[in-house]
């Protein structure tokens, strides 16, 4: 009888431990806390800040589902409309960033194509671009989103055009998505 007890003990566990989920993906930054301010120093208005640029924060994940090929950082600000239409700005797109990688340090270097294979635009260009909402209107809300996918976006920007760039990325990856975190913050320039 005891046999029979530990072996329907193990099969429940077993079937548990297969239904488990598995934990969320996790986005993090020790530049701010997830909601608050944004720093100056990871804005445009950061002195020294080249136009439309700024210094990108250091961003760690964790928790990738098995099966990720590639990851994809999506970086926009919420508050602004362009044309009239639902597209807000991109801050920031980088694709085809390697399964492994576990984050981006803080300062990426310029440049459409990163040395890890991942490529990178803006509305600034092949670059980071920092939050710049002005001062004269209301905190403007910047989104972090990273997903995990199970194919690789080998490609480079389209026409060198953010919005189309985007456009292609978020179609090409429809179907194709395992995980996704965000992490937020709220900017406006100095008075």
Not at 3 to 26: E, K
């Amino acid at each position: 009888m005891k046999r029979i007890s530990l072996i329907v003990a193990l099969l429940c566990n077993l079937v548990f431990f297969a239904n488990a989920q598995t934990p969320p993906m996790t986005l993090t930054t020790n530049a701010f806390e997830d909601g608050s301010i944004i720093p100056i120093k990871f804005s445009q208005a950061a002195p020294g800040a080249a136009p439309g640029e700024g210094t990108s924060p250091a961003l760690s994940w964790g928790n990738v589902p098995a099966g990720t090929k590639s990851l994809l950082l999506h970086m926009h600000d919420l508050d602004f409309v362009r044309n009239k239409t639902i597209d807000d700005q991109v801050h920031w797109l980088v694709w085809n960033i390697p399964a492994n990688a576990t984050g981006l340090p803080e300062g990426l270097q310029r440049g459409a194509k990163l040395p890890d294979g991942s490529y990178q635009i803006s509305v600034t260009g092949p670059v980071y671009r920092g939050p710049g909402a002005a001062a004269n209107g209301p905190l403007h809300h910047y989104m972090f989103e990273i997903l995990a996918l199970d194919i690789i976006l080998d490609f480079p920007a389209v026409n060198n055009d953010p919005f189309e760039t985007r456009a292609k990325v978020m179609q090409a990856i429809q179907g194709h998505i395992l995980g996704k975190a965000v992490y937020g913050g709220r900017f406006k320039r100095p008075q």
